[in-house]
């Protein structure tokens, strides 16, 4: 018998309907339709709570490959989550390419290093475009974060592509107008996201 129907019928034997169970459980009447009509299977947590409900051990609900199977989702579902926070976090961090002093500005023959709001050396248009990279890079690494926290994959895989595109454009930018300081930590930026990308 498959787990779906196992949980069929130890739901019925307990004269509870999709919804009362769901709500024992603490999930969606959605949730329990989905196990019931064999389309997917409850995480780890929630097969420990099923079990104890109807007093059945986890190997009566499930076969061993099935659960190891269950588990090593679960596994590579928390990998990419983590993963998916810690890139909104390296969006976050073109905040330190606005406020850290990383652009060249000369002054009277001497070269200082000021922050995108002090810089006078380069054009009014090279600097807007900064500050919308930049503006738009952070607000991804926000977005993705929301995203992320919804458990919402295909906006976050749209988001990655979005962010990774505009993070190459940035140093590339940064490159050509000669801000190299902020080229290289834009570029370390987008190391850290080729690296999270790999798992």
């Known amino acids: 018998m498959e787990f779906n ?4 019928e130890l739901r019925k034997n307990r004269g509870l309907t999709q919804e ?3 709500e024992l ?14 389309k ?3 995480n780890i947590e929630s097969l420990k709570e099923i079990a104890k409900f109807f007093s059945v051990s986890i190997d ?6 099935k659960l190891l199977s269950i588990a090593e989702s679960e596994k590579k579902a928390d990998v990419r989550r983590i993963c998916n926070l810690l890139f909104g976090f390296a969006d976050l961090l073109f905040l330190l390419l ?6 060249p500005n000369t002054v009277n ?17 090279s600097k807007a475009v900064y500050a919308v990279m930049f503006a738009v890079l952070i607000l991804s690494g926000l977005v993705k974060l929301i995203f992320t ?7 976050n895989k749209i988001l990655t592509e979005i962010s990774v595109m505009l993070n190459i454009l940035a140093v590339l930018f940064l490159t050509v107008t000669r801000a190299v300081y902020a080229a290289v930590v834009a570029f370390f930026i987008l190391v850290i996201k080729a690296v999270l990308l790999k798992r």
């Open 40 to 42: 997917g299977y409850p």
């Open 149 to 155: 926290r919804m458990n919402a994959e295909k906006p």
């Open 109 to 125: 023959g001497f070269v200082y290093s000021v922050n995108l709001f002090g810089v006078s050396d380069v054009s009014t248009v």
């Open 5 to 8: 129907e196992k949980l069929q």
């Open 60 to 65: 009566e609900l499930l076969s061993g490959e």
């Open 20 to 22: 009362e169970l769901a």
């Open 98 to 103: 606005v406020i850290l002093p990383l652009y």
């Open 25 to 38: 459980l603490f999930v969606s009447r959605a949730a329990v339709s989905k196990w019931e009509s064999g």
